[in-house]
């Protein structure tokens, strides 16, 4: 039997030490105290990650809640400080029809005052530029106080300004033509002077001079 010249070998790969007399293995104690200590370094790491992320996740939590109660603050305040809704329904209601009201009566002293009916030209955007309003409203205030629109309350100017000639001439008893009354009125064609002048009083011109003439 071949003689071992030495009775121990050391195992560098796994840090050990065999006896060939006795056939022992003996782990080198300074190992297993390193290996010891790793684990415990290892387990502080993890247990220090987890403590951050723990912390990490309050924060951004407590950023985020921050952030929406700002926010729900600020459309709290926008809410509160909006005009329109500090004013009451009635209240807004009022507002505007006093509004309707002025334009109404600017626009009436404004129409009589000049006589803008009488050009055949008027449109309702002149009138809107004029009084310095909108369409809405002025379409509103008609209603309101006319129940009609832009182009029927001109037309009630112009036929009573038909009618006033009519009279006017029969009284003086001067000769006139009807079918030249119509733009002195500030109708653009005979046809609409004669089809709006009996929608809005039930009788044609000319049986109208012939009433006014009996009387």
């Not at 924060?59 to 809410?79: G, P, V």
């Not at 004029?130 to 009609?148: D, F, I, P, V, W």
Request: aromatic share 12%; hydrophobic share 30%.
């Amino acid at each position: 039997m071949q003689n071992f010249t030495k009775s121990i070998v050391h195992n560098t790969n796994h840090n050990s030490t065999y006896n060939v007399e006795t056939g022992e293995v003996v782990v080198d104690s300074n190992v297993n105290v390193s290996f010891d200590q790793q684990s415990v370094r290892k387990k502080k790491s993890s247990t220090t990650h987890v403590f951050i992320l723990k912390r990490l996740s309050a924060w951004i939590l407590e950023k985020f809640k921050a952030s929406n109660a700002f926010r729900y603050q600020s459309n709290q305040t926008t809410k509160i400080c909006n005009p329109n809704e500090l004013v009451t329904k009635p209240e807004r209601q009022e507002v505007e029809s006093a509004k309707l009201k002025m334009i109404y009566e600017q626009m009436v002293r404004s129409i009589e005052s000049r006589e803008l009916f009488l050009d055949p030209r008027l449109t309702q955007e002149d009138v809107i530029r004029y009084l310095g309003t909108n369409r809405r409203y002025l379409y509103e205030a008609l209603k309101m106080y006319c129940n009609t629109n832009f182009k029927g309350f001109i037309n009630m100017y112009r036929v009573r300004y038909a009618q006033s000639l009519i009279k006017n001439k029969i009284a003086n008893e001067k000769d006139y033509l009807l079918c030249d009354i119509y733009v002195d009125c500030g109708f653009s064609t005979n046809e609409s002077f004669y089809r709006t002048f009996k929608n809005l009083t039930g009788t044609s011109p000319g049986k109208y001079a012939e009433e006014i003439s009996l009387k």
